[in-house]
């Protein structure tokens, strides 16, 4: 069952330290969020297993990861200084400003006003004075994706590395973008974090290979616990297209609040490589560059042939806000128990799970139960398999509602059974079956070892 709204994610997020609104104790800062204790958790997860199925389980992509200042240059040749922008529309009469493809009837979304100003581009890049002296002419921008460093560093790359085509560079890191309107809680913000994948190919390769990313993306969401059903792929039209892209995938989830992006997957043919090179006429570019005379590099790679092209690129890029919010989404359940008792239930694959385990003592503040209830904390978190929590509530009951809530996996109890019989003993909770099995304590590492290895 998808969760039946934005707010009761919100409010589950808020209650139980997912997510924050950043400076909130100072009424805010709109578009922008922070992370908290669990937050930090699920979203470290969800990066992690983008990498090991990007970077450690591929043998053809590797991982960098740069830096968010950017030289104004790389934006100007990118495109983005001039290109990246939305035509906005101010409204004379309440100093609102708005999409202009927002506007309805002509008349002004927040007051109904008709004085409107005719549409003007507005750059969404954040731009930022960089060195001591504030005179306008040392500026630089926070990146607005984080491809731009992947092709900056194309060359860096493949000198160290000895790679051939087809390979990638992987990477996740904050972007910035001042949108207008941010909205739908985490979906649209201002700082986001992205986990992009520039995969390079040989001219005329690339539709082949556009195909097969965005398989091979669905089939990765899929093992993040999204349902295929509440999954779509849209074909961009080409008058929608981004200023670099030849085609363009939109993986769409059913996100509260109506089915919309969750990543795309690009085409940019040789556009970035070919803006950022210098001698591009040699280069037999197909895309429309601009003249570069600032770059010292070719970023070309020798082919099968001993040719030297520039190649092709495709890109996967997922915003990791907007996967959380779809994991978070997928995961959420309400379940009837029967007899008035319902339960929240956050039913996440384990992997992406902030807490693995929590160790339980089924009495508060009793010594030789705590202790033993820290020796197995101790022992499990030698698993390597994430976080185990330590609880010291005493209120079973309320543990195992919190633990639903936040989506831990398992809940191991430690009551007086362990520490009077022999072999000592506790009881393991699963979250989703609510089972509870007796399991010797000289048992639980593989025990553990097996269920989170499955
Ligand atoms: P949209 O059409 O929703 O504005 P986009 O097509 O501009 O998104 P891309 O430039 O393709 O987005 O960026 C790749 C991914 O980065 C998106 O699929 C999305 O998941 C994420 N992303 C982009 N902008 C934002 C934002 N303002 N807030 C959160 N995530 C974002």
């Given amino acids: 069952m998808v969760a039946k709204s934005m707010e009761q994610l919100v409010s589950l997020c808020k209650r139980r330290g997912f997510i924050f ?5 100072y009424g805010g800062l709109q578009g922008v969020y922070d992370y908290g204790p669990l937050g930090v958790e699920l979203k470290n997860n969800l990066k992690a297993a983008w990498w090991r199925s990007m970077v450690y389980e591929r043998d053809d992509i590797e991982g960098l990861d740069s830096a968010i200042l950017t030289n104004q240059k790389v934006l100007h040749y990118s495109g983005h200084e001039d290109t990246f922008s939305d035509p906005m529309t101010d409204c004379r009469k309440c100093k609102g400003r708005f999409r202009a493809d927002h506007i309805k009837d002509g008349k002004c979304p927040n007051c109904g006003s008709v004085d409107l100003t005719d549409p003007r581009p507005f750059n969404l890049m954040f731009k930022t004075n960089i060195g001591p002296v504030d005179d306008g002419a040392n500026f630089g921008y926070l990146r607005p ?3 731009q460093a992947i092709f900056t560093q194309f060359k860096n790359v493949v000198d160290s590395t000895s790679r051939k085509l087809p390979f990638g560079i992987a990477q996740i890191g904050k972007s910035f973008r001042n949108e207008i309107t941010p909205r739908n809680f985490i979906f649209r913000v201002r700082e986001f974090e992205q986990a992009e994948l520039e995969y390079f190919v040989a001219p005329g390769e690339d539709e082949k290979w ?41 993986i769409e989830y059913q996100f509260p609040h109506g089915m919309e992006e969750l990543e795309g997957i690009a085409n940019r043919t040789d556009y970035d490589l070919g803006n950022h090179t210098k001698a591009q006429d040699e280069m037999n570019l197909t895309s429309n560059c601009h003249k570069n005379p600032d770059s010292t590099q070719k970023l070309c790679i020798s082919d099968d042939n001993n040719k030297w092209v520039i190649p092709f690129v495709i890109e996967p890029s997922m915003g990791v806000d907007r996967g959380v919010l779809a994991v978070m989404t997928e995961a959420y359940t309400e379940e009837d128990l029967g007899e008035g008792n319902s339960r929240i239930v956050l039913k996440l694959k384990k992997h992406l799970a902030p ?31 994430g976080r185990v929590a330590l609880e010291n509530t005493g209120n079973i009951g309320k543990a195992y509602r919190r633990h639903d809530e936040v989506g831990t996996p398992l809940c191991i109890t430690v009551d007086f059974e362990t520490i009077e019989q022999y072999p000592e003993s506790v009881t393991i909770r699963d979250r989703d079956t609510m089972k509870q099995t007796r399991v010797n304590v000289a048992d639980l590492k593989d025990y553990l070892r097996n269920y989170f290895a499955e």
């Fill in 21 to 25: 609104q950043n400076s909130d104790i």
């Fill in 145 to 147: 994706e984080t491809a």
């Fill in 210 to 250: 556009h195909e097969i990313w965005k398989e091979e993306r669905v089939k990765w969401w899929e093992n993040q616990g999204l349902k295929r059903e509440n999954i779509n792929i849209y074909t961009t039209p080409k008058n929608d297209l981004a200023h670099y892209a030849k085609a363009c995938y939109d």
């Fill in 355 to 385: 807490i693995k385990v929590a160790v339980i003592p089924l009495k508060k503040n009793n010594e030789q139960i705590m202790s033993k209830c820290k020796e197995i904390k101790n022992n499990l978190l030698k698993l390597g398999i």
